[in-house]
């Protein structure tokens, strides 16, 4: 890559990032890549300079579409970055001490998952370092999608993190004052009442061309507006649109749809409204009506950044800052409601909290603790650059967590028997824990009947030493079809190999939940996405709480997820 074109790639993604490209923020990337122009500095900032203008005189959309050149490269700077920095610290522009208010607005259609968490974090972290405030705001403009169920998950999603928030507020309960504010900019001719078809709507925008409805009379449309209110029109007859323009290159300006008539009963405000707004209408109105200073969205809506104020302009009202962030995903793991709904029902996956969904009901079930995903997600930061990780860096994370605190205890897998002849009834006495005292010792009594591992006992060879692990030696006499006969050979620590090993008549079955990507890379179904893998863990385990999370030594980490009297079901956590 020549120095021009270094130069141009920085400059497009500090524009993209920044809304303008600044040189002292340019030069250093600039540097970095090509350190022998330093030797003609004057030069290299006469160049730097040039493209800085070029740039800059780029609308935001052809920014935006020249940078996906580099989008790739810019993805795996940013992953190493965040590997390697952690929890990224968060500015916002024109920000003030004690000022700051933040939203998070999901809306109520579904559970939330891994990129609502990062939204709810950078939203919360951001208010956070300014000393202000964070709304949780429901956005719940559309009666057909939304419901309490999924109010109440997002609540309690929160809650799990550990977010907390100012008491939430629902945008439905604006609808009078977004009335107000739609009726004078249909007095003012900045918007219009459109009774074309859905098709013609969707070609003239296609075709740049106005329709007839643009040009009617104030007195006709507001009798229109009244008549979608008074039941007077059917849905879908007609739609209120913005008065942008329909030859811009920006297609979000070509008259979008501000409201449209839904008779669907709506979950909070029941059949009282049949006239709703869009999100592009709501958002700006309610940001500045609730004094938010920071509204802070993923990046997809930039193009939608120009309506945003233009609304806010005709309204006449106070103007938050935009910041943008890149979406999260999770690679080979949907997300979307869409893409999830269809999987539930066609029962591929449990429900919202199946342990391969990276919803926060799935997270939590799969033992993922909400420290590791706050770190996780807040290590991408406020980048633009869309990112899609696998599971390993979370797991990396929940790991570091489960580490200290998780108490261990022995699991053998596809078991089998052996006996040690002229063992000693022996109590073993084990540490919960190698390094933290503070989770005590366990008891287990022995006779001389065990269950080892089936990739263990197949190592083992007749006249082998080896020592059952805190407990003592043995030597193997011999193997049969039904397991392995060894003779007791003392407690003494010899060096040997170390066999993990659960007592025969103290144990309980045991199956293990093992999740796998659940999407193929073609965006298919993973048939093989889970594994149930079976064995033996101490009876002891009955006794812990579902939800436990333990380490199987020479497994892995675990989480309790049901107990009976026949069994326990573990779901695999990390190894």
């Excluded at 709904?341 to 199946?354: A, C, F, M, N, R």
């Amino acid at each position: 890559m020549p120095l021009e074109e270094s130069i141009r790639k920085h400059a497009l993604k500090n524009a993209l990032d920044y809304g303008k490209a600044d040189a002292k923020s340019v030069v250093g990337k600039v540097l970095a890549e090509f350190p022998e122009s330093k030797k003609d500095m004057k030069g290299t900032m006469q160049k730097i300079a040039l493209e800085i203008a070029a740039v800059n005189s780029l609308t935001k959309i052809e920014v935006a579409k020249e940078v996906q050149k580099y989008e790739k490269e810019f993805a795996e700077i940013a992953q190493k970055k965040a590997e390697s920095s952690g929890v990224q610290k968060i500015e916002l522009p024109n920000a003030e001490q004690g000022k700051v208010v933040t939203r998070f607005p999901p809306e109520p259609s579904g559970y939330p998952h891994i990129g609502h968490a990062k939204a709810a974090w950078l939203d919360f972290e951001a208010a956070r370092a300014y000393d202000g405030k964070m709304i949780l705001r429901f956005d719940d403009t559309n009666p057909e999608k939304e419901s309490q169920e999924f109010v109440v998950a997002i609540t309690d999603g929160l809650g799990w993190l550990g977010i907390a928030h100012e008491p939430p507020t629902f945008t439905s309960d604006y609808m009078e004052a977004f009335y107000t504010y739609a009726y004078s900019m249909l007095e003012n001719a900045d918007a219009y009442v459109c009774t074309c078809p859905a098709e013609a709507v969707k070609k003239g925008r296609f075709e740049q061309k106005e329709c007839a409805c643009r040009s009617i009379g104030a007195a006709e449309t507001i009798a229109r507006w009244k008549g979608m209110h008074e039941g007077n029109m059917a849905e879908g007859s007609a739609i209120v649109r913005f008065k942008g323009s329909m030859t811009s290159p920006n297609t979000v300006m070509r008259d979008p749809t501000l409201f449209r008539i839904i008779t669907a009963s709506h979950y909070r405000q029941g059949k009282k409204y049949r006239v709703w707004p869009s999100y592009d209408f709501v958002a700006p109105i309610i940001d500045s009506l609730e004094g938010v200073t920071h509204a802070m969205r993923t990046k997809e809506y930039e193009l939608r950044d120009e309506l945003y104020f233009a609304i806010l302009e005709k309204c006449g009202l106070r103007k938050p800052e935009l910041v943008e962030f890149s979406r999260l995903s999770i690679k080979n793991a949907p997300i979307s409601k869409r893409l999830i709904t269809p999987l539930i029902e066609q029962k591929k996956v449990s429900g919202w909290d199946d342990i391969r969904l990276p919803t926060l009901k799935g997270l939590a079930r799969r033992g993922i603790l909400p420290e590791a995903i706050k770190t996780f997600v807040l290590s991408f930061g406020l980048s633009k650059v869309e990112s899609e990780p696998g599971w390993d860096k979370l797991l990396d994370e929940n790991k570091k967590l489960l580490e200290p605190v998780s108490p261990r205890r022995y699991f053998v897998q596809d078991p089998a028997f052996l006996m040690v002849r002229g063992a000693p009834g022996t109590i073993a006495r084990i540490k919960n824990h190698p390094s933290n005292p503070g989770l005590g010792i366990r008891e287990i009594g022995t006779d001389g009947k065990f269950m080892i591992s089936k990739a263990d006992a197949e190592l083992l060879c007749v006249d082998d030493t080896f020592r059952l692990k805190e407990l003592y030696n043995a030597k193997v006499i011999e193997k049969t079809p039904n397991g392995i006969v060894a003779d007791f050979l003392g407690h003494d620590l010899i060096e040997c190999k170390k066999i993990q090993w659960v007592a025969k008549e103290d144990s309980i079955p045991c199956e293990i939940l093992v999740p796998h990507d659940l999407l193929l890379k073609d965006g298919g179904f993973n048939p093989s996405s889970l594994e149930t893998q079976n064995g033996l863990c101490e009876s002891s385990c009955k006794e812990l709480s579902v939800g436990t999370i333990l380490q199987f030594e020479r497994y892995g980490f675990v989480r309790l997820d049901s107990i009976s009297s026949a069994k326990l079901s573990v779901v695999f956590v990390a190894r």
